[in-house]
């Protein structure tokens, strides 16, 4: 049996979208594909697959610190093939060279990256709500695309050194992080403390032990989970609401 195993990171849902598409070309072309989420997934994995997959969203032109965790603690290998795909706003640049460069390294064989345009996880403007669901209908495609050409051995993963370097070690500074977490609020009035937020946080900086919820802005990495799952859209973004991805 052709088995794929896919790790994927989501905050407002896109990627997870994605990681779903993917997986049913997989199955329609005979894998076996299973869905892994990172956060759960640290344990070491001795399996050995037709394909890895890694699927995360792009921050800070880079990705999230814990994606960045969850792929320096992957097993050394020999020659696994392993593909990756990113969903982003707009751009990036520091995250598909130097994963690379750390898979390698690893022994993986980078067979396929692609990066796909979708909607913003911080979407504040009313106004680009319907381009944004536009953008993810095109996507869903570009995805099914990516994963017959990848099953088809007709995907690359190329690879800028220096300036790739460059962008990426800007997210390596955790004030970066801190600073773009202390942008998210929660209006009190509209809480209702029902806890969802700080039960899918994945660095568990939300906690409620005053009587009212909090954020640890040292441990939170602003993946937007908590914004977009809140029932009431409590949480706000630089003082402004954020159009939920449902
Ligand atoms: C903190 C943060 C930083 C982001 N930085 C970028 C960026 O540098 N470039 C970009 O194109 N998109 C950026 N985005 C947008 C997301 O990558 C994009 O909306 C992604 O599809 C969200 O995926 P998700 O729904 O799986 O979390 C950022 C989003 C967040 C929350």
């Known amino acids: 049996m052709k088995k794929v195993c896919m790790y994927y990171f989501t905050g407002s849902g896109n990627t997870l979208k994605i990681a779903k598409h993917i997986q049913t070309v997989f199955n329609e072309n005979g894998y076996e594909c299973s869905l ?17 997959g890694l699927l995360f969203p792009v ?7 814990l994606v960045w965790n969850f792929v ?3 097993p050394e290998v020999t020659k696994q ?3 990756m795909v990113d969903t982003l706003e707009s751009f990036s ?3 598909v060279g130097p994963m690379k460069k750390i898979l390698t390294k690893k022994g993986y ?11 913003s996880s911080m979407q504040r403007n009313s106004k680009k709500v319907e381009a944004d669901q536009k953008k993810n209908v095109e996507a869903v495609k570009t995805a099914s695309d990516f994963a017959k050409n990848l099953i088809a051995g007709k995907t690359r993963w190329n690879r800028v050194p220096i300036l790739s370097d460059a962008m990426r070690s800007i997210s390596k500074d955790r004030s970066i992080w801190t600073k773009q977490s202390q942008k998210l609020t929660i209006d009190h009035n509209l809480c209702i403390m029902c806890g969802i937020c700080k039960k899918n946080c994945p660095v568990k900086a939300i906690s409620d032990s005053t009587g009212k919820i909090e954020i640890n802005h040292n441990l939170c990495e602003s993946c937007m989970r908590c914004v977009n799952r809140c029932p009431k859209n409590a949480f706000k973004l630089g003082g402004k ?6």
């Not at 892994?36 to 890895?52: G, H, P, Q, V, W």
């Open 72 to 74: 320096n603690n992957l």
């Open 36 to 52: 892994r989420n990172m956060e759960d997934s640290l344990e070491k994995n001795d399996e050995l697959y037709t394909y890895i």
């Open 93 to 95: 640049g520091g995250v």
């Open 109 to 119: 064989h980078c067979v396929g990256a692609i990066e796909i345009k979708m909607s």
């Open 59 to 65: 921050a800070i032109q880079s990705t999230f610190p």
């Open 81 to 83: 093939k392993i593909f």
């Open 241 to 246: 609401i954020v159009y939920q991805n449902k």
